[in-house]
């Protein structure tokens, strides 16, 4: 089986953007071989669909035995199982999924959520964002 060199997360609501660009964490249920090193591609929806809003790289997966007894009360209302810490996380000029290669995959919404990127693909989708930067 190919390892993924990264993945790609769908960020459903403003709240957990926040989350994963303040704090540099994101809770998951979502069963992937997640690894330090790997990078993480967060989409979410805009004005102009879904776009890619920012990257990082995992620094830690952590179980849910390992969180505080807020953070696992958090977990136990959404069915969270890990959380995954980031070593960084960088926003950046969203990224309409229909100007990658991923709208060639027809799939959108919560059927790009938990995608299999390979380091070429992560390389153009990075790129490609951070082309849009001023």
């Known amino acids: 089986m190919v390892e993924a060199d990264g993945y790609v997360l769908r960020i459903a609501t403003e ?3 926040n989350q994963v660009f303040g704090m540099a964490i994101y809770y998951t249920s979502l069963r992937r071989r997640w690894k330090p090193g790997q990078t993480i591609v967060f989409l979410h929806k805009t004005s102009v669909g879904d776009s890619i809003i920012g990257y ?3 620094g ?5 035995d390992e969180l505080s007894d807020e953070e696992i009360r958090e977990c ?4 969270w199982k890990k959380a995954i810490e980031f070593k960084y996380v960088k926003s950046v000029e969203p990224l309409p999924i229909k100007e990658t290669f991923m709208k060639d995959l027809g799939l959108s919404g919560k059927y790009l959520h938990g995608l299999k990127l390979d380091e070429e693909q992560l390389n153009s989708i990075i790129s490609q964002a951070e082309g849009l930067q001023h």
């Open 15 to 17: 709240k957990w953007v």
């Open 56 to 58: 990082g790289v995992i």
């Open 60 to 64: 830690k997966i952590c179980g849910k």
């Open 76 to 79: 136990e209302k959404y069915g």
